[in-house]
């Protein structure tokens, strides 16, 4: 079940960088990476008043590469667990600022959150690719649903509100970005239930052999 676990995170960081506002021009396509910075010029967003948060745009790249991180702390071969986890590092400072906003980031008000949020991904990645080996099934199961749960549906239902701006602005169509996205999150959140109904049933099944052998003595 890793490498399927593997595939979705790569569908759905994939799914990050393609586009979500699809257009025939490609300068014209917004991709998730794209909405993170392009929703903060609308009027909407300036005022407060959308409930939207443009650093939720960001969260399949938070998760996916903690995701990989997991799946590296879990693996016996170094040479793969260090492609994930270089893979991770690669991915994870995607939602930094470029230079020379980066230098003054942890503090410039426009960027705290992100910056903030982004080394905490990068903390939580590097802990579990190397010292994850131990983490419970069931946790892991747990996790993939939520984080499968909140990339389907948290950055997509922003990007539903900001649609209706967009396009007031030239003609878009749904992208096959957002599509791999939801598809790939709904899918590793199914995965989740699956790990998760499969280690209570192995758990179950260990109890009764126990019982049955203590029964036998």
Known sequence: MAKVACVLLLVIVAGYFGPWAAHPAAGLNLSADDLSDWVKFLPMV?????????ELFFISIWLA??????LAGRSRSWLIKLALLGLALLLVFTPLPKYPE???AYQASEFVPTFW????????????????????????????IVFGLSIALIAPLHFIKVLSE?????PVSIG???IAT?????????LGVWQWRRSVALRRESA??????????
């Open 46 to 54: 300036k005022t407060g008043n959308s409930g939207l948060i443009r």
């Open 65 to 70: 590469p903690i995701g990989l991180g997991m």
């Open 102 to 104: 980066l230098l003054t």
């Open 117 to 144: 949020i982004t080394i905490g991904s990068l903390v939580i990645t590097v802990g579990v690719g190397l010292f994850g080996s131990r983490t419970p099934d069931r946790l892991v199961a747990a996790l993939w």
């Open 166 to 170: 967009i396009e007031r602005l030239y």
């Open 176 to 178: 096959w970005g957002l």
């Open 182 to 190: 939801v598809l790939g999150g709904l899918s590793l959140s199914m």
């Open 208 to 217: 009764s052999r126990r019982e049955t052998a203590s029964r036998r003595k």
